[in-house]
């Protein structure tokens, strides 16, 4: 384990803590109590900003790699579904999770119901468990397109798609131990 160790100089103000031998220290002499928990208080508060900065650092850090996985997915399925199409100006159609299955933003796109695709776990409340989170939901929406751009998402009817949909996202977020 790491341990932290330090002098403290004083120049007046501790003779009264020294015992007799001058080897040991008097640890309940009021001086002594004062330095020891203004010391202690100074790790604190150092351990706290350092504690701090880590998880911010972190956080970009997982923010940034979100990122990159989210744009490396989508970059997946532009290219099957301009290989398919043969068409290098054409961009898979959008697709939404929706709590209700409406859509949120106007043009052609699937929208499938949130709670009939992903699994219906609470929402994640840690940093990592939501970026985990936006990864699997980039996804499915990327399977989606892929499976659009062959043609067999438009071969099964709507709840047909949400539970093909559910069952590979079902693999996806299945535990890897």
């Known amino acids: 384990m790491r341990q932290i160790t330090c002098e403290i100089f004083v120049s007046e103000g501790l003779?009264?803590?020294?015992?007799i031998d001058r080897e040991s220290f008097n640890h309940a002499h009021p001086h002594s109590v004062y330095i020891a928990k203004w010391l202690?208080?100074?790790?604190?508060?150092?351990?706290?900003?350092?504690?701090?900065?880590?998880?911010?650092a972190r956080s970009v850090a997982r923010d940034s790699n979100t990122g990159q996985k989210i744009t490396g997915i989508q970059?997946?399925?532009q290219d099957v579904w301009q290989r398919e199409t043969d068409d290098s100006g054409s961009s898979p159609p959008a697709v939404e999770l929706s709590a209700t299955g409406q859509?949120?933003?106007g043009g052609d796109a699937y929208v499938f119901r949130r709670e009939a695709v992903v699994s219906g776990r609470a929402r994640p409340?840690?940093?990592?468990?939501?970026?985990?989170?936006?990864?699997?939901?980039e996804k499915?929406?990327?399977?989606?397109q892929v499976l659009a751009a062959y043609g067999l998402l438009e071969?099964?009817?709507?709840?047909?798609?949400?539970?093909?949909?559910?069952?590979?996202?079902?693999?996806?977020?299945?535990?890897?131990?």
Do not use: F, M, W
């Open 15 to 19: 003779d009264s803590a020294l015992n």
């Open 40 to 56: 202690h208080n100074a790790l604190r508060q150092l351990a706290s900003t350092q504690k701090r900065l880590s998880a911010e």
């Open 75 to 77: 970059r997946v399925a």
């Open 103 to 105: 859509p949120t933003s």
């Open 125 to 137: 409340q840690t940093d990592k468990a939501r970026a985990r989170g936006e990864v699997l939901d």
């Open 140 to 144: 499915i929406k990327a399977i989606a």
């Open 155 to 177: 071969a099964v009817p709507q709840s047909k798609q949400e539970t093909l949909l559910r069952a590979i996202y079902d693999i996806l977020d299945a535990p890897e131990e």
